[in-house]
């Protein structure tokens, strides 16, 4: 089993950055493609970024390309994603999600396991 745990969202201002964070615990072996999604008030599941095992190969979708920034630390098995300018519109529980591979995840938008979320909130 594996258990994703998001952290690092909050309350912030029109403008400002925040880093989230997605800590993957539990079963060792193979690394796993993670990816981040969203949930807004009233809308459907996003998918924004993901990154590959190795951290060499990331994708984001058009919407927030140059605004969020996805990483992967493998050394202690965390992933990040960096929220830039933020608007109020981005406000949503941003999620991680991780399956086996990043194309995978990328043309289906699902993944195999996922966090319970990290709620950010950007005030006007």
């Known amino acids: 089993q594996v258990s994703l745990t998001e952290s690092g969202g909050g309350l912030v201002q029109a403008g400002d950055s925040l880093r989230l964070s997605c800590l993957q615990s539990?079963?060792?072996?193979?690394?796993?493609?993670i990816a981040w999604f969203r949930r807004r008030p009233g809308k459907g599941r996003e998918f924004l970024a993901g990154?590959?095992?190795?951290?060499?190969?990331?994708f984001h979708v058009e919407s927030v390309r140059g605004r969020f920034t996805v990483s992967r630390d493998n050394a202690s098995n965390t992933v990040y994603l960096r929220l830039d300018s933020l608007k109020p519109e981005d406000t949503a529980i941003y999620y991680c999600?991780?399956?086996?591979?990043?194309?995978?995840?990328?043309?289906?938008?699902?993944?195999?396991?996922w966090g319970q979320g990290t709620q950010v909130t950007v005030s006007s």
């Open positions: 990154v590959d095992r190795d951290g060499k190969t990331s």
């Open positions: 999600a991780a399956g086996v591979q990043l194309r995978s995840i990328v043309m289906t938008r699902q993944a195999d396991y």
């Open positions: 539990g079963r060792a072996g193979p690394r796993y493609a």
